[in-house]
């Protein structure tokens, strides 16, 4: 229950702290891409089952692999693609802390 709450705050509440401090002038329109880029787990309907509350996303999902952690981690450089990249970042960091807790 406590590993949910956890899960979910980090998802929805942590980004829009991320934005009010890296993204100040547009923290508002930096949340919502953000929380946006939760659409990165629908990787999630390719796997059987959909959902397991036990297994580690990270390098098991496609968009959840080693190579587009590296991808996402490129696209900071990138400025138009910089909050999506801290985004998605952000949603990797998040679903690691899963798979150790």
């Given amino acids: 229950m406590l590993q949910t709450l956890v899960h979910y705050s980090l998802h ?10 890296f993204f100040r002038k ?3 329109k930096a949340w919502l891409i953000i929380v946006f880029t939760m659409l ?7 796997a ?19 190579w ?19 985004g998605l970042l952000f949603h990797m960091l998040t679903d690691y802390i899963d798979c150790v807790w």
């Fill in 68 to 86: 587009a952690i590296a991808a996402y981690g490129a696209f900071v450089f990138i400025p138009k693609l910089r909050i999506v990249a801290v």
């Fill in 12 to 21: 929805f509440l942590m980004p829009g702290l991320i934005a009010w401090v």
């Fill in 48 to 66: 059987d089952p959909i959902f397991d509350p036990d297994r580690c996303s990270i390098n098991f999902h496609p968009l959840h692999s080693y």
């Fill in 26 to 28: 547009n923290w508002k």
């Fill in 40 to 46: 990165v787990d629908l990787d999630h309907l390719l």
